[in-house]
T-cell receptor, first 116, second 114 residues
């Protein structure tokens, strides 16, 4: 069965520090997709990035970057020069074909607190 | 576009009561999903729909029912509410079943059963 593990339950850093959120996944599929979602204190889920299993290039978007390594089944997320507004729960998710639809398998989330 | 909307935002139920959580999307997406998020956990799939008139069970369907009479609406019905159903409920939609399609989530409904 598909599984996503986010071993870091909570992380607390001081503003402007860099922080990396870890995500390890398990799947038997050769084609799959990985996602990161942000859940700010207001509670909604905000899509951050999607990565398919054939594209191992790292991606950078402003202060955010993602490192995808198939060899270690990891899809880690780094925030550079963190800001208080980055405080949120971050979820890593793996898409799984499920009875004709797509199911997202979520990790348990990492609560990130950025202190001023 | 409003995206995915959910009502109500908050609700407190007594054990044994029933209610319907509403979900509407205006993106003409065929695929819709209901997830629940328990404290400190990721989301788990309750029910999903691949189009109007077609629904199916997810991982944790017990105690819930759904219907999909239109493309836009996908209500979730709780019958005989139990404390174990205290959770945050998210509705989501996507344009197709391909894994590359992101799911768009509503703002969630926080339900407490006492």
């Amino acid at each position: 069965a598909q599984k996503v593990t986010q071993a870091q339950t909570e992380i607390s850093v001081v503003e402007k520090e860099d922080v990396t959120l870890d995500c390890v996944y398990e799947t038997r599929d050769t084609t799959y997709y990985l996602f990161w979602y942000k859940q700010p204190p207001s509670g909604e889920l905000v899509f951050l990035i999607r990565r398919n299993s054939f594209d191992e290039q790292n991606e950078i978007s402003g202060r955010y970057s993602w490192n995808f390594q198939k060899s270690t089944s990891s899809f880690n997320f780094t925030i550079t020069a963190s800001q208080v507004v980055d405080s949120a729960v971050y979820f890593c998710a793996l898409s799984e074909a499920f009875q004709g639809a797509q199911k997202l398998v979520f990790g348990q989330g990492t609560r990130l607190t950025i202190n001023p | 576009n409003a995206g995915v909307t959910q009502t109500p935002k908050f609700r407190i139920l007594k054990i044994g009561q029933s209610m319907t959580l509403q979900c509407t999307q205006d993106m003409n997406h065929n695929y819709m999903y209901w997830y629940r998020q328990d404290p400190g956990m990721g989301l788990k799939l309750i029910y999903y729909s691949v189009g109007a008139g077609i629904t199916d069970k997810g991982e944790v369907p017990n105690g819930y029912n759904v219907s999909r009479s239109t493309t836009e609406d996908f209500p979730l019905r709780l019958e005989l509410a139990a404390p174990s159903q205290t959770s945050v409920y998210f509705c989501a939609s996507s344009s197709s079943s391909g894994g590359y399609n992101e799911q768009f989530f509503g703002p969630g409904t926080r339900l407490t059963v006492l």
